[in-house]
T-cell receptor, first 114, second 114 residues
């Protein structure tokens, strides 16, 4: 069965510092991969997605993610974090014949300190 | 494009009561999804519709849960005889059948069962 693991439940980062959130998946083929962000009281917002092609994908709000097939990973990065990036981040996997049925990781809560 | 709208945003009910949530998707989106998110977890897929047809249901969707999308536009999710374990955020998302293949989520309906 497919699974998505976000090893870090909680990350604290200083404003201006870099951020990396880890995501590992288990699936027999290359799935569709997504990162979503959820702020309190708000729905999930798509940051970026990977379907195929270039393994380094750019998203909104200055985020990028790199797909590494050999490591079954899709880690999210941002070079310089802003206070407004404090939120919960979810990695998600979609299988290719039913991509809208996503499997989400448990999420990583990001706290940004001054 | 007003986004995906969900109502009510919050519902508090007593155990054993029935509740109904409504989702209005983006008007041109043919596909509509329901997910459930419990505290500290990522969203879990419940069911999805293409137009008015309910194409897939998760095993999480017990017989106390029913979802409809009668005219292929808005959808309702009804929970009968609510239990405390039903307390969660119920998220709706929509997407076009083709094209960007990206889910747009609503802000969710939070259910608290006392």
């Amino acid at each position: 069965a497919q699974s998505v693991t976000q090893p870090d439940i909680h990350i604290t980062v200083s404003e201006g510092a870099s951020l990396e959130l880890r995501c590992n998946y288990s699936y027999g083929a290359t799935p569709y991969l997504f990162w979503y962000v959820q702020s309190p009281g708000q729905g999930l917002q798509l940051l970026l997605k990977y379907f195929s092609g270039d393994t380094l994908v750019q998203g909104i709000k200055g985020f990028e993610a790199e797909f590494k097939r050999s490591q079954s990973s899709f880690n999210l990065r941002k070079p310089s974090v802003h206070w407004s990036d404090a939120a919960e981040y979810f990695c998600a996997v979609g299988i290719t014949d039913s991509w809208g049925k996503l499997q989400f990781g448990a999420g990583t809560q990001v706290v940004v300190t001054p | 494009d007003t986004g995906v709208s969900q109502n009510p945003r919050h519902k508090i009910t007593k155990r054993g009561q029935n509740v109904t949530f409504r989702c209005d998707p983006i008007s041109e989106h043919n596909r509509l999804y329901w997910y459930r998110q419990t505290l500290g977890q990522g969203p879990e897929f419940l069911t999805y519709f293409q137009n008015e047809a309910q194409l897939e249901k998760s095993r999480l969707l017990s017989d106390r849960f029913s979802a409809e999308r009668p005219k292929g536009s808005f959808s309702t999710l009804e929970i009968q005889r609510t239990e405390q374990g039903d307390s969660a955020m119920y998220l709706c998302a929509s997407s076009p059948t083709s094209g960007a293949n990206v889910l747009t989520f609503g802000a969710g309906s939070r259910l608290t069962v006392l």
